[in-house]
């Protein structure tokens, strides 16, 4: 993705497309899978960790990511797909091996919906699985 598409998202969103805005949104596009921090202060040599920290919690804000909690203790992201506002409907199931310890996206796998209590009004879902995925079991054999 160029960066004139790029800033024309951020754009969108109501964020000024800064230069380590472009840079982590490049990254996120780029990223096959969910990404951490971590991931991204490796691959983001440039930026400093806080900066990044930064830019990811304007884009959480924001819905251009999706943060998932996969049970590592490290927080993940993933570009949001939609250019609404994200509701429980939006999201997909994810998948935590817990070998490999990376996460995987299961986009064609929506998020079960589930009657709550009248009253409550759910913004946002995390369903995750966890165990083995197949290159690992493959591993295991």
């Known amino acids: 993705m160029k960066s004139d598409e790029i800033n024309a ?15 982590v949104m490049k990254e996120l596009i780029a990223a096959t899978r969910p990404v951490s921090l971590s991931d991204l ?13 930064r830019v990811l919690e304007l884009f959480a804000a924001k819905d251009i990511v999706h943060v998932i909690e996969d049970g590592s203790r490290s927080l993940k992201y993933e570009l949001c797909h939609s250019d609404s ?10 998948f935590y091996c817990e ?13 079960p919906m589930i009657d709550v209590p009248a009253g409550f009004q759910p913004r946002s879902v995390n369903y995750m699985l966890k165990g083995i995925c197949p290159k690992c079991a493959t591993k295991e054999k």
């Open 9 to 23: 998202i951020l754009l969108r969103k109501g964020i000024k497309p800064t230069s380590n805005r472009i840079l």
């Open 41 to 53: 202060e490796t691959a983001l040599d440039t930026l400093d960790k806080t900066s990044i920290f």
């Open 99 to 111: 070998q490999c310890m990376q996460t995987f996206c299961f986009e064609n796998v929506s998020v």
């Open 85 to 94: 506002h994200h509701t429980p409907d939006d999201q997909h199931v994810h």
